[in-house]
């Protein structure tokens, strides 16, 4: 009996993984002169043009470490001093690199529903000297330790997936007398203000948005960012579709509710603000509409998906009303996602697409936030992401600007790679 039979349906639209033998790497040696060119002009000097492609060359090495000192030695032609004043304190800007990262990015992975990705990522340091660094939740780990924590954007499509841009969270203490004189060995500019991480999300969207050189439908997050309402709307006045998942005490209305101004009652100041009329039925917990979904209200999808292979779920779906500040918002999809099994886990999404959108689009969609963490993985264990040892704000966004790079050198590589195997 096939899947047809027992009613799954296939959504196979997932992007396929970063599959690149490390003979297959080291054969990318002129492939990567040539991507760098790409670049090379948007460097204030040339002797930076030159260090950024010895930096992308020794990201792209089998060493254990890719911190600073392992990569120029390891390189033709490095310098270890070089290189560090290269990243830490060479003042060439990371913007321009990364609107032209866009533009390639979109060449390479590009599609008209394509899906931008926002998720933290954190990043274990001892002492106190790093910029940045907290004792503060790590992802990492799975508790409070001492970390720097960043924001980072990430794309995927049918094609692929790669990491687009990032922002360093400077936590609320940084910011108080004590710090000032690690401000100043850090290098933070003077004008930074405390942002939260999903400010520092939406700083990232706006941008890529604004460059216009990127084609994406769809934003998707965790909690993290779907808690903070005012990021949703932030998106949806981009004219993009946010696809979050929720909170289990989120509420909603299934249908809008009436609101009004209250009469004035001839005392104090007219009222001016609507509100729930009084009698109209009260929001409800997302998780308890979940529980009343019928029986043949369920449709199985399989969706293949992450490095564990093909994922099967029970989907359904409602249209409802969100909550803004005790008031009816805007109209989204309740999107309810369950493992199966006895004990089946339950993930909820709220999301602004148009009541026209098909389940199968919905169910796409859910099982395409997993691509950063995938990328994440990779350039961590892969380009050393997570290797540098500078303290720098400067160093530590130009370090992770080359990652990034240097991640969809290789997307663009591995389509190229197997497109030549299939001949």
């Known amino acids: 009996m ?81 290189m560090q004043q290269f990243i830490g304190q060479g003042q060439w800007q990371d913007a321009a690199l990364l609107l032209q990262h866009w533009r390639l990015v979109d060449a390479t992975l590009g599609e008209a529903d394509g899906v931008y990705i926002v998720d933290g990522s954190d990043f274990c340091k001892q002492g106190e000297h790093s910029v940045g660094v907290a004792r503060q939740w790590c992802g990492h780990v799975g508790k409070v330790d001492n970390c720097q924590a960043g924001v980072f954007a990430a794309y995927a499509s049918r094609k692929g997936y790669t990491l687009l841009d990032r922002r360093l969270y400077l936590p609320a203490e940084w910011f108080d007398a004590g710090h000032r004189e690690r401000w100043q060995k850090c290098g933070i500019p003077e004008t930074t203000r405390f942002t939260t991480k999903p400010a520092l999300a939406l700083e990232m969207l706006r941008a890529v948005v604004a460059a216009g050189t990127l084609r994406f439908r769809w934003v998707t997050c965790d909690e993290a960012f779907s808690r903070a309402t005012a990021f949703l709307d932030a998106v949806a006045a981009q004219q993009r579709w946010y696809y979050a998942e929720v909170p289990h005490d989120t509420q909603v209305w299934q249908t809008r509710p009436a609101t009004a101004v209250p009469p004035w009652s001839g005392r104090g100041r007219r009222p001016h603000q609507a509100r729930v009329v009084p009698g109209a039925p009260a929001p409800q917990r997302v998780d308890q509409l979940a529980t009343v979904v019928p029986t043949d209200g369920w449709q199985t999808y399989l969706i293949k998906e992450g490095s564990k292979g093909p994922l099967v779920a029970e989907f359904a779906c409602h249209r409802g009303v969100a909550v803004r500040a005790g008031l009816p918002g805007p109209d989204v999809w309740i999107v309810f996602r ?44 892969g380009l050393g992401l997570d290797h540098y040892e500078v303290r720098s704000w400067l160093g530590w966004h130009h370090h992770m600007t080359l990652c990034l790079l240097a991640h969809h050198f290789l997307v663009r590589a591995r389509l190229r790679v197997k497109k030549g195997r299939r001949r």
């Open 2 to 82: 096939d899947r047809s039979e027992l009613g799954i349906i296939e959504v196979d639209e997932t992007p396929p993984p970063l599959e690149l033998s490390p003979q297959e790497i080291a054969a990318l040696a002129d492939a990567l002169v040539e991507y760098h060119a790409a670049f090379a002009d948007l460097y204030y000097r040339k002797e930076q043009a030159h260090w950024g492609l010895k930096y992308l060359q020794g990201l792209m090495l089998p060493l254990e470490r890719k911190s600073i000192e392992p990569m120029a030695l390891a390189l033709e032609g490095g310098d270890v001093q070089a």
């Open 338 to 381: 369950r493992a199966l099994g006895e004990s089946p886990a339950l993930k909820i999404y709220l999301s602004n697409a148009p009541a026209h959108t098909p389940l199968a689009a919905l169910v796409r969609v859910a099982g395409m936030r997993w691509p950063i963490e995938t990328a994440f993985e990779e350039s961590k264990g």
